[in-house]
């Protein structure tokens, strides 16, 4: 007789963008005549840039060429591309990763599920709260989580680590040690930032507590700032403590092309066992990697007019995040971010829960944006808008706000 993965009936279920879905649906109904805009999408909506659309085009047609058709892509990723990323994401930038030490995926969200694996059940997560939710639910599944309480909104076994207005949103380190640390800068939700100085601490802190860094940087493309790190490996030491993840979805438009990259630093060991062995030996290899139209895709993200295209396509949303902070600010609004990731956090205004504002923007404005609570318990107070919408949009949501 089967039985089934009990883990994953401790999930609590995820209301939150069907609670959305279901609030603006109502909203529409009584309202037909008014005219919605969406900031809550954490989706990009500008087209994929010529370069990488012809990039994709002649690997379309080389496909259906005898002498040029290809099969399985290679376990890591194709080399054209895994060399493109070693030179332009980390070598330019004076961070030590060679092309043998990147595994290409389908994308960010599946690695940063999947990492956990090469993981012992026994490894206890830190995470920061609020944050990006996967990393907490594909633990809770493999059952590393403990259980969940859905009165604090917390799993028992997981350290959670607040990101608040009084730390700058950069979470201090844990009183209890990790044993596997998930840090993701610039920040989703908060679109909070660490320094260089700050993230060299989380570094040397992880190799004294004998602990792994997993590091999300899917929003690197957005950083301005100069002190901002754009890779974990610009820190000392690193390539014995930390993983990074990366995404091609957020920089260049790949949410349904699917494409990212994991790094594994070959001397990132425990005890003799290298972690580059344990994830060549991921699920994944060969058959759900990405296919090679996709890492040529990829490839001209790097090429010279990638690059300049590309850039135009970060400019304009945060032009989008500068419009929202700044018309916000005017209006009265305490916020953050926006300046290193294409994220605007706000405190809600007198004591509103951020459920109360989320129906308070609707009802008042016919804005809709995503409340802070459906990123853990720390963002309760809090609220998520996003620079991914047209600049239209953008500017007539903030004029509608500043009405209210
Ligand atoms: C969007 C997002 C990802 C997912 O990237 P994909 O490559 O599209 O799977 C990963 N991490 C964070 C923090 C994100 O916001």
Redesign the pocket.
């Known amino acids: 007789m089967y039985k089934i993965n009990e883990n994953y009936l401790k999930l609590p279920g995820s209301y939150l963008f069907s609670t959305i879905g279901k609030k603006v649906a109502a909203y529409t109904a009584e309202h037909p005549e008014k005219q919605i805009i969406r900031l809550g999408i954490?989706d990009v909506t500008q087209p994929l840039a010529p370069a990488i659309l012809e990039a994709m085009h002649k690997a379309v047609d080389e496909m259906g060429a005898a002498g040029t058709f290809r099969g399985y892509a290679p376990d890591l990723g194709y080399e054209f591309l895994r060399n493109a990323i070693a030179e332009c994401d980390y070598q330019q930038r004076g961070a030590d990763i060679q092309a043998d030490e990147i595994f290409v995926s389908d994308?960010?969200?599946?690695d940063?599920g999947n990492i956990q694996e090469i993981f012992s059940l026994d490894n206890r997560i830190a995470v920061c709260d609020p944050v990006?939710p996967?990393y907490v639910d594909t633990n809770a599944m493999a059952g590393r989580a403990g259980n969940y309480d859905p009165e604090t909104e917390m799993w028992s076994n997981v350290i959670y680590m607040p990101c608040l207005a009084e730390n700058g949103f950069v979470p201090e380190l844990p009183k209890k040690t990790p044993d596997l640390i998930y840090l993701?800068f610039p920040n989703?939700p908060t679109g909070s930032a660490v320094t260089k100085d700050q993230l060299q601490v989380w570094v040397d802190y992880a190799r004294r507590a004998g602990a792994v860094i997993i590091y999300?940087a899917?929003?690197e493309a957005y950083i301005s700032e100069e002190n901002v790190p754009h890779t974990i490996y610009e820190c000392a030491g690193a390539r014995t403590c930390a993983i990074e993840?990366k995404?091609?979805?957020?920089n260049a438009g790949?949410?349904g092309v699917?494409l990212?990259y994991t790094v594994v630093p070959k001397e990132l060991k425990c005890g003799e066992t290298a972690l580059h062995s344990l994830w060549a030996r991921r699920h994944g290899t060969k058959y759900n990697g990405a296919p090679y139209i996709v890492q040529r895709a990829g490839e001209a993200v790097y090429s010279e007019a990638g690059r300049i295209q590309l850039k135009e396509q970060v400019d304009y949303y945060m032009r989008n995040a500068r419009t929202i902070r700044e018309g916000l600010k005017d209006a009265g609004y305490t916020v953050s971010g926006g300046v290193n990731a294409p994220y605007i956090w706000l405190k809600t205004p007198g004591q509103m829960t951020a459920w109360e504002f989320f129906d308070h923007l609707l009802e008042e404005a016919g804005v809709v944006g995503t409340p802070g609570s459906g990123f853990g318990p720390g963002g309760e107070g809090y609220f998520r808008l996003t620079a991914f919408g047209s600049y239209e949009n953008t500017v007539a949501a903030l004029e509608r706000i500043r009405k209210i």
Do not use: E
Request: hydrophobic letters at 25%.
């Open positions: 954490g994308g960010a969200k599946c940063s990006y996967v993701c989703n999300d899917a929003y993840l995404s091609f979805s957020k790949f949410t699917r990212g």
